[in-house]
């Protein structure tokens, strides 16, 4: 499916747009859909501890609605590992998840998947995160989470001269090695080369619910390692969370914030349960 350039960059334009999709009294409504979400900053607003984010119980229920309702398939695809994510999600058998940027997906009937190099890159990761946190320990404010296959560095409670300092010692850290630097949201991501991207999330789920390719995809997400995302589904709905022109994006369409995102789930999940 091929969708209009330029795209809306407007929410009700984006609610249009999805409802005339799944028009059901025209046959191409049989079309499954195929949602994926970010968690961060997608789902839930940033808070000042990652611990602190607050799934909102509506945004709860109208999520296990859409998963369960004729046609659609949910996964939220988060850069948390999986045993973290799932603290703050619902434990609903119909729901996908992946966590740890596509290293770990978990769906419906036990399905699991991890990515195969996830156990090399795993040790190594132990050793880069160790090191960073010798590296950064003394900033303000900054603090290196480990996952699995990467780690985030915070410093959503750091004062700017030590995020310019965390900034210089990460990419002195990462300069000609296997690890790669990305900008997240109040946060830098350090990740392996060949480790996993949000794309071998995306692929992985599709290949199990959609093996032929013909889903309508959405996927929603406002940060940078979302673009994997985005860009593994060219012919998809893909959706930026955020309209500040300075973060490019290769996402389809913009909107302004979580609430938009919660209010378009609510309108969908409406949308697809009623008779
Ligand atoms: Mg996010």
């Known amino acids: 499916m091929m969708w209009p350039t330029p795209m809306p960059h407007h929410n009700h334009d984006l609610l249009t747009v999805l409802l005339r999709h799944g028009n059901r009294s025209v046959p191409s409504s049989q079309q499954t859909w195929l949602w994926f979400f970010d968690f961060d ?5 940033l808070a000042p501890h990652p611990d602190a984010v607050k799934l909102l ?3 709860t229920d109208d999520l296990i609605r859409l998963a369960t309702a004729p046609l659609q398939t ?6 948390r590992p999986l045993r973290d994510l799932t603290r703050h999600l619902p434990s609903h058998p119909a729901l996908w998840l992946a966590g740890d940027h596509g290293a770990e997906v978990r769906g ?7 990515h195969p190099s996830q156990e090399t890159i795993e040790d190594e990761a132990n050793t880069v ?5 010798t590296r950064v320990k003394d900033l303000p404010g900054v603090w290196v989470e480990a996952k699995a296959t990467s780690m985030s560095i915070h410093y959503r409670q750091a004062p700017q001269a030590a995020i310019v300092n965390l ?11 296997t690890w790669v630097l990305k900008p997240g949201q109040l946060c830098y991501e350090v990740r392996a080369t060949n480790g996993p991207t949000k794309a071998d ?3 992985v789920i599709r290949g199990a619910v959609d093996p032929q390719g013909t889903s309508l995809c959405l996927a929603w997400g406002d940060d940078v390692t979302d673009e ?48």
């Open 201 to 203: 999330a995306v692929r």
């Open 108 to 114: 419906p009937q036990s399905f699991v998947w991890r």
């Open 129 to 133: 995160a160790l090191d960073l946190h």
């Open 41 to 45: 900053g997608t789902l839930v607003d």
């Open 74 to 79: 949910v996964a939220i695809v988060s850069g």
């Open 228 to 275: 994997d995302m985005f860009l593994a589904l060219p012919t998809g709905l893909t959706v930026k969370v955020g309209t500040d022109a300075a973060f490019p994006t290769s996402a389809r369409f913009r909107v302004e914030s979580v609430a938009t995102v919660r209010e378009i789930i609510h309108q969908m999940a409406r949308y697809w349960t009623q008779s």
């Open 57 to 59: 119980p509506d945004l």
């Open 167 to 177: 900034n210089r010692i990460l990419r002195e850290y990462c300069w000609g090695s």
